[in-house]
Each structure stands twice: as structure tokens, then as C-alpha cells.
């Protein structure tokens, strides 16, 4: 069993490596002065990547022969040193290193995902509690029936809330989605508004992430993710399972729009801006976890690498106070 060493956060200038990485991309066999030569953009658990080039001899064949073995999501054992180009690091190798494909009975799977902040079983006890302090007996119907349904509770503990930006991590999504609960039930406090729907909605805004996101060696999105997205997915889903169980049409209605409006602006790819408060509030709620989240975690990714106050950051197109 090969365990990972560093992550590709921690890596340096200079440093001669012997570790495992996750294949997040495979580009370019083609010829070079010496030889052939072959790109791959690998990944871990610090939600970066890093640029990894083997430079091969002449023997066509054979350095085809490596390039082919490997493919995207297979874990593989490197030797190489780290070096600089274009300004980001890279691993530099060449046919006296070490390049290996692991089996799925070498490594941990969990070395290549971040660990939960907290523990999934109490996270998803707080979130069935607040299923059962529901009124309204048809919202609290079709949320009992979600989430006692073994096969979404069981990967609702597990699964990340995003790719890269936040949450990305074991129990992301219901860390999440627990955030959006806590927030929306401080705005019922302050402003006495439904908290049947608050809870319904913050429970379910994210529910089309189970079918838009998978995990194995590393997060990314699937091909109806990509195509569709976590709010149609999503729809879809809640739209079946309420005909099924006959959830009166205006509860449909306004939960369904909570789930369509959660992005809140049209910008946000939102196909419906919020039309009532509680559609308003899990907006809201949405946006403070998931930027939260987001900035923190790019500070956590910059503060060790630099000496400056500030670090640009690029997705936000803004400067970040890291102190």
C-alpha cells in the first residue's frame, strides 16, 4: 500500500520527489530533439495541480507504450524533481525515473480527497433532526422520504458541495447545506418568517449536486453535471418525488422555486430571481457559506507562500487581506 507523502501545496523549488499522484490530464506524446516526450497535469487532496512532463529517450515505442498505460483518474507512483516554468512549478522526469500505474489495491482513495471538517454521522443526525421539526405534514413527508432513503443519506454523508472552490471535500455538501440551514433559521428568528420552507429549501437547494458531482481518486463533474447542472438536476428529481407522494401543487411551487432561484441573480446562471422571503433567504444563505468558504480556503491555499499582506485573487478579480 503506497501512502501520499506531500501535497502538491507544500512542494518546492529544487525538491527531488517519490510520490503518488491522481491523473487529472494527459496531453502532447510527440517528439522533441532527444526523443518523445509526454504532458500530465496531475492532482491530490490540496485541490491544486501541477504540471508533470516526462522527456524520453528515442525508443518511440516504448515511451508510447508509457504514455498509453496511463489515463485520467488513475493513481500513479513518480520520481522526478521540481523545477520552474512560466512562473508555476512542475515535475521534470525522464526515462531513469521511476513511472508506475498503481492498481486500486495500492493506494487510499481518501489520500486524494480532504477530509470532512466534521464528523458525517452527527452532521447528518443535525440534518434529519430538523426533518422532524417540521409542521407542515406534507413538507415533512416528502423531506423524511429523501432523506431516509438509504442510498441518498448514505451518499449524502460523503459526497463534496464543489470541484475546487468550496466544500470540496468528504462531507462537503452536507457540511454545506447545514451552513445554509443554520443561517436561514437566524433570519426566521429576526424575521418570523416560514420555517417549514426555510428548512425544506436549505436542505434541498443542493440536492441536484448528488447526480451533478463524483468522487473516486479525485472530485469532478459527470457528463449530465456538465450538461444540465445541480439546479435542472435537481428539479427533476424533487419534481418526480413530489407526484409520486401528491404534495399539494403550491408547496411543488414553492419549493421547486426556491431550488430555481437559490443562485439569485440571473448572472449567477439563476434561471429565476427570489420571489418571496424565504426563496430570499436561502439565496442569501447560499451565497455567505459558499464565498465564506471560498475565500477562506484560497487564503489557507497563499498565506504559507508568500510574505505579503495580499494576494490577488484571480476568480474574485480582487486583492485578499491574508493576516
Not at 240 to 251: A, D, G, N
Request: aromatic content about 10%; glycine content about 6%.
Amino acid at each position: 500500500m503506497f501512502k501520499k507523502k506531500k501535497r502538491i501545496s507544500e512542494l518546492k523549488e529544487g525538491e527531488i520527489i517519490d510520490d503518488i499522484f491522481v491523473v487529472k490530464l494527459k496531453r502532447d506524446f510527440k517528439p522533441y530533439v532527444k526523443g518523445f516526450s509526454f504532458r500530465l497535469f496531475l492532482s491530490d487532496a490540496s485541490g491544486q495541480s501541477l504540471e508533470y512532463v516526462y522527456w524520453g529517450d528515442r525508443n518511440e515505442a516504448e515511451v508510447k507504450a508509457l504514455f498509453d498505460k496511463v489515463s485520467e483518474d488513475k493513481v500513479i507512483h513518480i520520481t522526478g524533481s521540481v523545477g520552474r516554468y512560466r512562473r508555476a512549478l512542475q515535475i521534470s522526469a525522464n526515462n531513469r525515473n521511476l513511472f508506475e500505474v498503481l492498481k486500486e489495491d495500492e493506494f487510499d482513495p481518501q489520500d486524494f480527497i480532504l477530509p470532512p471538517n466534521r464528523d458525517v454521522d452527527i452532521m447528518f443526525k443535525e440534518l434529519l433532526s430538523a426533518v422532524n421539526s417540521i409542521k407542515n405534514k406534507d413538507i415533512k413527508n416528502l423531506l423524511q422520504n429523501i432523506f431516509n432513503d438509504p442510498e441518498i443519506s448514505k451518499r449524502m454523508k460523503k459526497h463534496p458541495g464543489g470541484i475546487e472552490i468550496h466544500h470540496n471535500r468528504y462531507g462537503g455538501l452536507l457540511e454545506h447545506t447545514l451552513e445554509i440551514l443554520r443561517y436561514c433559521l437566524l433570519s426566521e428568528e429576526f424575521f418570523k418568517l416560514n420555517k417549514d420552507y426555510l428548512i425544506a429549501g436549505s436542505l434541498l437547494h443542493d440536492i441536484g449536486k448528488l447526480e451533478e458531482l463524483s468522487m473516486g481518486t479525485r472530485i469532478k463533474g459527470t457528463r449530465q453535471g456538465q450538461l444540465l447542472g445541480h439546479i435542472v438536476l435537481g428539479i427533476s428529481f424533487l419534481s418526480k418525488r413530489m407526484e409520486t407522494l401528491k404534495t399539494p401543487k403550491l408547496i411543488q411551487e414553492k419549493i421547486l422555486h426556491i431550488i430555481t432561484s437559490h443562485h439569485g441573480l440571473l448572472e449567477y446562471g439563476s434561471p429565476k430571481e427570489p420571489m418571496f422571503p424565504e426563496a430570499l433567504a436561502v439565496h442569501l444563505a447560499d451565497m455567505m457559506s459558499s464565498k465564506l468558504s471560498e475565500m477562506q480556503t484560497f487564503i489557507e491555499k497563499v498565506k504559507g507562500n508568500t510574505e505579503n499582506d495580499f494576494a490577488y485573487y484571480v476568480r474574485g478579480r480582487k486583492n485578499i487581506f491574508l493576516d
